[in-house]
């Protein structure tokens, strides 16, 4: 049995790395497509470019296990399925449920470590990940000179070179405006040639310009009215130099500290902190009410109904005189009425909220859990259905594996949609996919057992063809 037990771990290991491999490619890819326009043109390096794609890999690792053991589990048990390889080990006498339990005893040791990997890493990666792409889309893009064309990346200054003489940064015909003092374009450089380079560790840029002149518009940058004749300068030059800081393009890193307050960064121990006081906040603002709304009743507690300000009631008859209703008072009514609505609707929304920002963070709690989870259930689908319709390979498992991920996808995200504006409880929103999907699992493992044809390919021709057969 152990050798059996070896062989089937081996049929299983493979396809499983493979397909994981294959997943978490597919899903880092199209989760950085979204960041792809804030990535490109920075010269951020491949040391940055691969920081970047391990934490956001890691990130990925929850999402991609649940698919990947479905597509493998498939794989492998269609695949002993359609070498009779199933067959020959139940006429040995040993049933199904034994075959699956050395795949079984594994995928529950790699649900108890996907729950500590997402619960401990996961955080963790997500605070490097998140706080090293806010310093990429703090950073300017790279410069990038073209010719015939004004370049206006630099503080201050809009160049066009007209010519890029070679690679060393020598070109003609060079154009500046020069914005850096206020004014608009009344500073303006030409210059027949030039060379541009970097010094000092490339922190700052130098532009050494040749045979030119610098024109100023005396008028536009004094700020007032002149009223001299000589309103515009002109200064020749052999050479000149312009020396800038390059420091905006640097990738200057912020502390992570400053970003570990979101829910993504936080394990379950510190989410249950954050969520605790949320909502004995809104408790809190829902026990105030009364006594806030108060000052705006004059004659009666907003929270009791009772008069106040000396006002008594007898015999539902006011004793004192009360002045006739008139306009005034009529629109005095009015106005206390929509301040009072005005304050009511304002306050629920804030308690509001509050208690969603609670059901944001207990929903990450209760994500560490159901991502875990769902491991265990997509092979309780996989394994049996793989021995149910004995085809192996990339071809039926693919198909079917991604109707079942886009199924536990779509009822996911609805079950939090409803849990995070709270229609219904968080753990009931959270767990519906996966308390939906195990009786599925559960129905194809007796399907399995029984070695129903209820879900060959054969069956279903067979049945179309009786079909045919009695309409004629």
Avoid: C
Avoid at 117 to 133: G, I
């Amino acid at each position: 049995m152990k050798k059996l037990d070896k062989l089937i771990l081996k049929a299983f290991i493979g396809p499983f790395v493979l397909t994981f491999a294959v997943v978490e490619f597919i899903l880092l890819t199209q989760y950085m497509l979204k960041y792809l326009d804030e990535l490109v043109g920075k010269d951020l390096g491949f040391n940055v470019f691969s920081e970047l794609l391990f934490y956001f890999s890691l990130n990925m690792a929850p999402v991609a296990l649940p698919l990947a053991v479905l597509l493998s589990s498939l794989m492998t048990f269609g695949t002993m399925g359609e070498h009779h390889e199933l067959t020959a080990i139940k006429t040995s006498g040993i049933n199904l449920t034994r075959v699956l339990r050395p795949v079984f005893l594994f995928v529950v040791v790699l649900t108890i470590g996907a729950f500590f990997f997402n619960n401990n890493v996961v955080p963790k990666a997500n605070l490097k990940a998140y706080s090293l792409l806010w310093d990429i889309r703090q950073k300017k893009p790279a410069m990038n000179f073209k010719e015939g064309a004004f370049y206006n990346g630099l503080p201050g200054l809009s160049i066009k070179i007209n010519e890029k003489v070679n690679d060393d940064g020598a070109m003609k015909d060079i154009m500046i405006y020069d914005h850096s003092k206020g004014g608009s374009n009344t500073r303006v450089i030409l210059a027949d040639s030039g060379r541009m380079y970097t010094d000092f560790n490339d922190a700052y840029l130098v532009m050494e310009l040749y045979d030119g002149n610098t024109y100023v518009d005396e008028r536009g940058s004094g700020g007032g009215i002149s009223y001299s004749n000589e309103q515009f300068v002109r200064q020749a030059f052999d050479e000149s130099k312009i020396i800038l800081s390059l420091a905006s393009f640097n990738l200057d890193r912020t502390r992570e500290e400053l970003f570990s307050d979101n829910k993504m960064m936080k394990n379950i121990s510190q989410l249950n902190v954050v969520t605790d006081s949320l909502r004995r906040y809104g408790q809190r603002e829902k026990m105030l009410y009364a006594p806030n709304v108060d000052p705006f009743y004059m004659y009666f507690k907003a929270d009791t109904g009772q008069v106040k300000n000396g006002l008594r009631l007898k015999d539902k008859s006011i004793e004192q005189e009360l002045p006739p209703v008139d306009a005034e008072v009529l629109a005095l009514a009015t106005n206390k009425a929509r301040n009072i609505k005005s304050f009511t609707n304002s306050y629920v929304e804030r308690i509001n909220s509050t208690l969603r920002d609670a059901n944001n963070y207990e929903i990450e709690i209760w994500r560490k859990y159901t991502q875990s989870t769902a491991i265990l259930i997509m092979f309780l689908i996989g394994a049996p259905l793989g021995a149910i319709i004995k085809k192996g390979g990339l071809g039926v498992p693919v198909i079917i594996s991604i109707i079942f991920f886009i199924l536990l996808y779509v009822m996911g995200i609805l079950g939090e949609k409803w849990a995070r504006e709270g229609l219904i409880p968080v753990g009931a929103g959270m767990w519906a996919a996966n308390l939906i999907l195990l009786p599925i699992g559960f129905f194809f493992l007796n399907q399995a057992r029984n070695d129903s044809s209820l879900l060959e390919v054969d069956f279903w021709r067979k049945l179309m063809a009786r079909l045919r057969r009695n309409k004629l």
